[in-house]
């Protein structure tokens, strides 16, 4: 658990961190050219993983065999993905000044469509606590939009 916990944590960070490096970046870019570089740049970077890996993908797919059902999954979380990753970039392109916005609600809003889909899609417990605290989420984020001065 404290292991997922830290890669949490490190991934958040992460997170936390690109929409700044990308508004740096985008003054120097276009939204569209930005996104294509980094895919560009996410790929090589997986291609290192693959062949570096000691959990080989190669072996994987040759073992279980690439199967249609899953793939579809994959093929639409990648598009989502993609689309997602083009109204982000674009929102931060149009209106810099309004990253923290941005990134809330586009950092935010996803949490509650998760653990929503989960309960849906997959079973998973919700209790009173957690839509209090989802409820307080949708305050929060509504009253920073509100009255955000820029």
């Given at each position: 658990m404290i292991d997922s916990l830290m890669l949490s944590f490190a991934a958040a960070f992460g997170w936390g961190f690109s929409p700044i490096?990308?508004?740096i970046a985008l003054k120097h870019y276009d939204n569209i050219t930005?996104?294509?570089i980094r895919a560009i740049f996410v790929g090589i970077l997986c291609l290192g993983y693959i062949l570096f890996s000691k959990n080989s993908i190669r072996k994987q797919i040759t073992k279980t065999g690439v199967k249609s059902k899953p793939f579809l999954?994959?093929?639409l979380?990648?598009?989502v993905v993609f689309l997602g990753s083009i109204c982000y970039y674009t929102?931060?392109?149009k209106k810099s000044q309004d990253t923290i916005i941005i990134s809330?609600?586009?950092y935010i809003i996803p949490l509650l469509v998760i653990t929503l889909a989960s309960y849906i899609f997959f079973g998973d417990k919700i209790n009173s606590?957690?839509?209090?605290?989802m409820i307080l989420t949708?305050?929060?984020v509504s009253m920073v939009v509100y009255y955000n001065p820029n």
């Open positions: 490096f990308a508004r930005f996104i294509v999954y994959l093929t979380a990648s598009l929102a931060i392109y809330l609600i586009s606590k957690m839509l209090l605290g949708i305050i929060g």
